[in-house]
């Protein structure tokens, strides 16, 4: 070590202007003289050449300590390949599955492997007899060394680690010194925390090398310099205590409310340093990557700055890659229909037929058919395409019949088909990988089949295409680990694809072009004009340390200096800082007061308190009392108080929140009409923001036109006039997922008691019980029967729910229909009635519609009735079944429409009595509670409940046709259920769309249809 030089300088420039003075003295006899320069970092070696290069210094070698070894005894390791992430964890599993010793309960997890092979890196540069310590220094030690030694032993025959190499390297030097002859003199520059196997290399290459000259690089703070001085003593030099009080400072401090705020100040003062400095000159270093990575290339894409740097998103975020690893994973619940479409939704997916994949289609035809998962793959969308095909075959027959409904009941039936060829194609290349047995065959099925469902990805993002790329490369190098003898497991693959796509980040841009993004590690090496380093705040920088489980501070203690401390950890963050300090003429530091994310206060982190008593003057200052000098630092009171005083804004969308904030007028479409949705809805008119469509062409006119409409679509009117349009006009409905469904819905439970009554009924035509006749036994069997057979037709198209719980609510509904039964024999023995049709329609299948005359014109009406009785004495019954609670149809007693909410009884009877009766018929209609122990709620159809059913009728479709539909949101807040969907979208409520009611109830032009569906607003406004 005689030949080796020592130069120590500060970083940033003054270790550049270092670096050219060993590089020109070393090449001052002969500019081509071969010098080799050993660099801290990639980034750092770019830094280096370029700034050589001005002074037309060439000749030079530059490499990382890991790269010259490789370069050094890479030969001398053949045929032993690299030991990639995945090879050695799979052989810590391989160890884990024969011995896992006190790790047996959670051998099997991912997290274990992943936190194994981490300890493993670290123990790879240990001695036998620090080993032997870790192993004694806590209870996981001994089985954790075990471990540890076996997977070395077995990865030392095929395979090499960066260790190895090192050690490799440094051999064939002491063997044979002239091979570093030919890089000529050494420079070592800025070597940082060196481990025992890079300085026994770098020790070989001194020893070896005709020149070395170490430029060290120290911040003059004792703490932050340890970990340097200390792979200097491991490589023979003993470095003098530095006297200096030198210490990097920052510059400028900045202080911001949060992150947020602190990224756009930076951002806004990157755009004004652009005018004089150029942007490969101005670095913005991060101190916590969340949320700082994203924020900063957000806010710098948004004021159209170019970065380069590490990127923020890995390869396993993308959407390619995602697709891939979420359509792997189906597998272990047998393709669960809604994350089979979440899989496919990431990117552009195509069928096992090359043909791009209809994914919103095709989720809703999954949801109609009652898909959940496995075998309903096959039998459910058979089932529906098969229905589908029926209904077209049906609609062809018809005497006229509708080409559109031909067309789209056939191109259901098809797409329903296509769905399930590749549904079952999936779920048979998925069960067919997960048996393979082989790690070559099991990448290469996966492969195949990330290829069929991507197909080409040429014409997608680049950045997705790097995900492609990168995919493909894990895959392929999959294949090696049968040489292990692991037995292959697809769950085992995709843990692994996972875990080598978090790890893979790209990077943004190429140095020197744009403004360089970075972690404050990248600082080593680094020299800009003007440097940003944001994030400084106590809880961030260093922010709470974790102790690592596996490897705590007991046993590194146990196995120093070999094994890095704790203390290590937060010296190098301190060392990262001080440099990046170093690392520009300007330096402007930043840290948030607050985190909006959590309603919590922020102090500037405790290595900030040198800059902060530097630049107040205060060699005293506490941490906590920082705020004392607000005047000598950069303060943001808030997002908006920066912005309005900001001299340049940075993005488009800051200039025009500015202008208004001024009260400026902003020409953006989006913004005014937003401003008039917002003042619109706000007023107490009733304007187009609330539903007024007056004068919109198009919208139905009931009373002048032949269009028929059904008792139900206007009472969905009356009810909130918003939902109507929704659903009926603009046909928008709530999606229901198959795989939520526990029990089965009151609506089915409805359909399936009206479905076996009909079916009961039209069954025994001819043979139906006379006046006042009971029921027979043989007909209440049949009825059974037919209860039964729907039931298990309802089970099979998967809208029962659960299956356990489908059990119970089979018998209650079976037993509801023989209580039916009774309750009815009772209802007709005290009228003397007789059982005459059950589901009487009306404007269906050829029958006339009921036609209502109103004021505005006349009311044409379909439906059915659920059953019609005959009195001895002509009396007609019309009775509507019902299967829920009767408590919304009390108010009939007051009220026989409720409000317009209940319009099926007397247009009912209407059709009755034309049907089956003449004009002077008397007819008396029911709704009939089947289910709640038979309770009856008459509405006989008198000439006050007719002039009261027209009236209502006229309001309904008049307003309709006026364009009138205010969204009236329940009164009861939604609690256990959503009441309206319509009014509550997203399921947090509907209190802001109930106030806005409130308020545009009292509009005159509404009074007609509010003195309907809502009297006591009006009562309320008369006695105010």
Known sequence: MSTTRIESTAYGAAALERLHAVVARLKADDPMTPVTLLLPNNLAGVVARRHLARSSIGGLYLATLERLAEQIAAGLLTPRRPATRPIVAATWRTALAKAPGIFEEVAEHPSTIQALASAHRELRDLTDPALDNVAHASALGPDLVRLHRYVTTELAADWYDETDLLRAAAARIAASPEVVGELGALVLYLPQELTQSQAAFVAALGDAAADLTVIVGLTDVRRADRAVRRSLERIGIDLPPSISKNYPVATEILNASDADDEVRCVVRDVVAALEHTPAHRIAVLYAAASPYARLLHEHLAAARIEVNGPGTRPVHERAIARTLLEVLALVDQDLPRADVFRALANAPTRDFAGERIPVPQWERMSRAAGVVRGDDWDTRLARYAESERRTADQEEAAEDPRPAAIRRAQYNASMAERLHRFASTLRRRLGSLAELETWSSLSEGVLQLFHDLLGDYSSLPIEEQYAAAAVEGSLKGLSTLDELGTPASL?????????????????????????????????????????????????????????????????????????????????????????????????????????LRRSSRRLPTRWLLGSLRELTGDHGLPATQWDRYGEVLRTSASYAGSLTTATMPATEQEWQTRAAAAKLWVQDRVLVQARELLRGRASSAFTRFDGDLSGVSGLPEFAVEDRIASPTSLESYATCPHAYFVERLLQVEPLEAPEDLLVISPVQVGNLIHNSLDAFVTRLAGSLPGYGEPWTEEQRALLLAIGADLADQFEAEGLTGHPRLWQRERLRILGDLMVLLTDDDRWRSERNASVVASELTFGFDGEPPVEIPVPSGRVLLRGSADKVDLGADGTIYVTDVKTGGFSRYEGIETDPVAGGTKLQLPVYAYAARARLGEPSTPVEASYWFVRRGGKRIPVPLTPEVEARYVDTLDVIVSSIAAGFFPPKAPEVPDFLWVQCPYCNPDSLGHSEVRARWDRKRHDPVLERLVRLIDPTALEVASDE
Do not use: C, M, N
């Open 491 to 595: 769950a085992v693959l995709r843990d692994v694809l996972d875990l080598e796509l978090q790890q893979s980040l790209p990077r943004v841009g190429s140095f020197g072009t744009g403004v360089l993004v970075a972690p404050l590690s990248a600082s080593v090496g680094l020299s800009a004009d003007i440097v940003y380093v944001v994030g400084l705040s106590e809880d961030l920088y260093p922010g709470r340390v974790h102790e690592d489980a596996l490897l705590p501070h007991r046993v590194r203690e146990a196995a120093a200096p070999e094994l890095a401390s704790f203390r290590d950890r937060l010296d190098e963050k301190q060392r990262h800082l001080l440099v990046a300090f170093s690392a520009g003429a300007r330096v402007v530091a930043s840290f948030p007061r607050g985190d």
